[in-house]
Antibody, heavy 120, light 107 residues
Framework: EVQLVESGGGLVQPGGSLRLSCAAS????????MHWVRQVPGKGLEWVSR????????HYADSVKGRFIISRDNAKNTLYLQMSSLTDEDTALYYC?????????????WGQGTLVAVSS | DIQMTQSPSSLSASVGDKVTITCRASQTIDIYLSWFQQKPGRAPKLLIY???NLHSGVPSRFSGSGSGADFTLTISSLQPEDFATYYCQQSYSTPYTFGQGTKLEIK
């Protein structure tokens, strides 16, 4: 069974940093592109970032570019999101999402999310 | 960035109704369009990918169509478990973008 379990969320002050993790199991993690998607509670979905299966390519939303870094450790089956210079606009539930291993992007499995709250 | 616009933003319907939700991209996205369903307090679930392909386990009452910049999600006969919020998402180019969502409510 595919499982994606996010952790690392919490309350952080504006300007602060936080690192999210996503532990993957039930599939061959190293074959899949992985994504982060966020959602302000009660609002819509916002794609944040993605990383290639081997970690050599990354892409970011304009809203986080230069502040967030996506990375992965395929030996540990873990995806990361290092977030810095946080503002209240980064307050959201952050989902770890798997992409189908072949063909066009297909966000086929989602974790349950970890909540990040940026507030003084 | 490619903007995705869904309509309507909300919709009231009854069990058994046929429902259509539309999604328009600000430029052509070929067929790179997915649909997701989200229920309150739950993570989104993939319904349809590349415009018209049904994800594993999704009931056949869901279907998708379109190409270029205009797309539709159709539910042929609403079931009680279908009342949720639906999102479209383009994967033609990064940054990938979602529509603002369509909340489907019981009439």
């Amino acid at each position: 069974e595919v499982q994606l379990v996010e952790s690392g969320g919490g309350l952080v002050q504006p300007g602060g940093s936080l690192r999210l993790s996503c532990a993957a199991s039930g599939f061959t993690f190293s074959r899949h592109w992985m994504h982060w998607v966020r959602q302000v509670p009660g609002k819509g979905l916002e794609w944040v970032s993605r990383i290639k299966s081997d970690g050599t390519r990354t892409h970011y939303a304009d809203s986080v570019k230069g502040r967030f870094i996506i990375s992965r450790d395929n030996a540990k089956n873990t995806l990361y999101l290092q977030m810095s210079s946080l503002t209240d606009e980064d307050t959201a539930l952050y989902y770890c999402v798997r992409d189908f291993p072949e063909g066009p992007t297909r966000l086929d499995y989602w974790g349950q999310g970890t909540l990040v709250a940026v507030s003084s | 960035d490619i903007q995705m616009t869904q309509s309507p933003s909300s919709l009231s319907a009854s069990v058994g109704d046929k429902v259509t939700i539309t999604c328009r991209a600000s430029q052509t996205i070929d067929i790179y369009l997915s649909w997701f369903q989200q229920k309150p307090g739950r993570a989104p679930k993939l319904l349809i990918y590349t415009t018209s392909n049904l994800h594993s386990g999704v009931p056949s009452r869901f279907s998708g169509s379109g190409s270029g910049a205009d797309f539709t999600l159709t539910i042929s006969s609403l079931q009680p478990e279908d009342f949720a919020t639906y999102y479209c998402q383009q994967s033609y180019s990064t940054p990938y973008t979602f529509g603002q969502g369509t909340k489907l409510e019981i009439k």
